[in-house]
């Protein structure tokens, strides 16, 4: 269960980095986190056929970040959008796939 725990988190102007409690090291690029932001609202919707309301963002900072629990982070973007609660265990799990948040 410590793989899914953070121990560290930062960032920089492409990148959030994760660092976790079993010592992994993880970096995911800002622009991706935004893009596929997980909140209804940038998914479209809760239907099937929604379509993501992010495609056009071509540039994004964070602003803040907050844990929220154990469980996950909440990312204050410049966009001032805030909605999207990124699961830690989405987020480990993206960086064990190799591929970027999302995909």
Known sequence: MLDQIPDTIKNDEKNLYIKWKDGKECA??????????????????????????????????????????????SIVWSDQHEHGIYTFEDLRTACESGKPYGE
Request: contains cysteine.
């Open 28 to 73: 995911y690029e800002l622009l991706m986190l935004r893009k596929y932001c997980p909140c209804a609202e940038c998914r479209g919707g809760h239907d099937a056929n929604s379509v993501r309301t992010t495609d056009d963002i071509t540039e994004i900072a964070v602003a803040d970040t907050k844990k929220i629990g154990r469980y996950a982070l």
